[in-house]
């Protein structure tokens, strides 16, 4: 017959470790909700708001092609890219791929709407950048890196089930104008 002090030691132990464990998950989903919570907020104001206003007015026509402009694309790129990085950074094992936490799932419901715009009006500013480059300083828009990012991130929401599949619209490449719509 076993010892009754090493049968209580031994759950004890048990307890212990899935106290610790329980504590460790409520942690990591605090710090996943403020992640998730400052990536939304950075995504809508301040330097990413104001490049936004830039790029919505460069695409209607309302402002002229400039350093700024080209700026404003870059800020709203990479915001995307520090969006999919966090985004990522909550995902932590094969099940969290499948189900979603809820750190996750909101800030995909937050962003969906945003990357969901982007990427109706990424091709148009794009087709734009591109011949602005190309006529004013003879040069290419160097930016498919930060662009497949972004495509990752929609990818990302479309399979949550959070963003439509879009139809489809072929970006343009450098040198190409974009297809008559």
Not at 105 to 111: C, H
Not at 120 to 133: D, F, K, Q, V
Not at 155 to 175: E, H, I, N, W
Request: a positive charge.
């Amino acid at each position: 017959m076993a010892d009754p002090w090493s049968i209580a030691s031994g759950v004890g132990a048990l307890a212990s470790v899935a106290g610790a464990w329980a504590v460790y998950r409520g942690q990591t989903r605090q710090v996943d909700f403020e992640l998730a919570r400052t990536l939304h907020l950075d995504l809508t104001s301040g330097e990413v708001a104001l490049a936004r206003y830039a790029l919505v007015a460069f695409r209607r026509g309302q402002q002229p092609y400039g350093p700024d402009v080209l700026a404003a694309y870059f800020t709203m790129l990479w915001c995307f890219e520090r969006v999919l990085q966090g985004r990522r950074s909550m995902i932590r094992s094969p099940l969290d791929r499948v189900r979603r936490s809820s750190p996750v799932r909101f800030l995909d419901e937050a962003i969906a709407m945003h990357v969901a715009s982007w990427e109706r009006n990424l091709p148009e500013i794009r087709r734009r950048l591109i011949e602005a480059l190309a006529e004013v300083h003879g040069d290419e828009l160097r930016d498919r890196g930060l662009s497949a990012k972004f495509e990752a991130l929609a990818g990302a929401l479309r399979s949550a089930g959070v963003m439509p599949t879009p139809p489809p619209v072929a970006l343009p490449l450098q040198g190409e104008s974009a297809p008559a719509s």
